[in-house]
Nanobody, 110 residues
Framework: VQLVASGGGLVQPGGSLTLSCVVSGFRITPYALTWGRQAPGKEREELATIGTDGTAIYADSVKGRFTISKDNAKNTVILQLTSLKSEDTAVYSC?????WGQGTQVTVSS
């Protein structure tokens, strides 16, 4: 099983990014998947989960700013980040059950 995130980078406050997580080893269609992040010195935080029917739930910290979606054909989970703040700086990963995949760094700074 592999979950490999990409799309991170350096962005100014108020900016946007789109992250992708390509999953291999299983088909994502019958499972819920989650995006999470970990900032330096902080615990991992789950941000958004998408269910098998496409229903999404969000942490209060990102509600209204982040959008999770998936492309079953490409076995990929996507996270759109908007209105970014400095406190969003972290390594972002997608997760399945207890497995956290390889992350991508997002840095929000002017």
């Amino acid at each position: 099983v592999q979950l490999v995130a990409s799309g991170g980078g350096l962005v100014q406050p108020g900016g946007s990014l789109t992250l992708s997580c390509v999953v291999s080893g299983f088909r994502i269609t019958p499972y819920a998947l989650t995006w999470g992040r970990q900032a330096p010195g902080k615990e991992r935080e789950e941000l958004a989960t998408i269910g098998t029917d496409g229903t999404a739930i969000y942490a209060d910290s990102v509600k209204g700013r982040f959008t999770i979606s998936k492309d079953n054909a490409k076995n990929t989970v996507i996270l759109q980040l908007t209105s970014l703040k400095s406190e969003d700086t972290a390594v972002y990963s997608c997760t399945w059950r207890t497995t956290w995949g390889q992350g991508t760094q997002v840095t929000v700074s002017s």
